[in-house]
């Protein structure tokens, strides 16, 4: 008969252990192994893996619109080098919009970099009862030529391609447009934001003038009980 004591599996079983002292326990193993004494390998602090980057406006969530997405190549000893140039449109929806563009090896680089870039040149178009334009307005730049026309409630948004992206982050909710000319997506932006620029108030405009806004309303041959209904529905 063999002098160790097999258990039912065929193992030798562990020799006892003096009364009072804990059992030795592999490497890794439980409370007695490295890793449990120092919480893991990151000594028991752990990785924040909920960070989110905050937007320089003061935490105010903008909408980013990715318009376009360009990639070149340059040959050069060894294979070819490519990069990225990203076109990126954001809006806080509530009539302030903008564009940039970003340049980089990365995509995602590429755009955070046009993100930025379009943050630092967002413009205010007043908005007339939030939803469309205050008047009919025309953009040209390059070779690309828009028309941007206010529009009644449920008509949407009749743009396409780069222009809705614009519309989109604007808050804009009724517009009639028109592209003529090049579909150059730069081209196309640079236009349709030097027709917004152009867009004027009713509110503005009276104040440049030293007059009321229901004057104005006036002139346009609405009675004066309409004129000064509409005055007072004007907020911006």
């Given amino acids: 008969m063999a002098d160790e004591v097999q258990n039912v599996e065929g193992a030798p079983e562990a020799a006892p252990t003096p009364e009072g002292q804990a059992p030795r326990r592999g490497r890794g193993g439980g ?7 120092r919480g893991g390998r990151d000594g028991g602090r752990g990785r924040r893996d909920d960070r989110r980057p905050r937007d320089d406006d003061g935490g105010e969530e903008l909408i980013e619109k990715l318009v376009h997405i360009n990639r070149v190549s340059k040959t050069v ?6 990069g990225f140039a ?14 940039g563009h970003g340049k980089a090896r990365e995509v995602p680089e590429a755009i955070s970099k ?25 953009g040209h730049f390059g070779a690309g030529l828009v028309t941007v026309r206010s529009a009644p409630a449920g008509t949407g948004i009749i743009a396409g391609g780069p ?7 604007l808050g804009v909710a009724d517009v009639v447009t028109k592209s003529n000319g090049t579909s150059n997506p730069y081209n196309m932006i640079r236009a349709t934001f030097e027709a917004l620029g152009e867009q004027t108030s009713p509110k503005s405009v009276a104040q440049r003038r030293g007059k009321k806004v229901s004057d104005l309303i006036k002139r346009g041959g609405a009675s004066d009980r309409a004129a000064e209904a509409e005055a007072a529905a004007v907020t911006e």
């Fill in 86 to 99: 990203a076109l990126v449109v954001v809006g806080d929806g509530k009539g302030r919009a903008g564009f």
């Fill in 31 to 37: 409370a007695g192994g490295r890793d449990g004494n």
């Fill in 77 to 82: 000893k060894g294979g070819k080098r490519f």
């Fill in 114 to 138: 046009a993100t930025a870039a379009a943050k630092k040149s967002m413009i205010r178009v007043p908005l007339r009862d939030g939803r469309t334009l205050h008047h009919d307005g025309l």
């Fill in 163 to 169: 222009m809705r992206a614009v519309f989109e982050s």
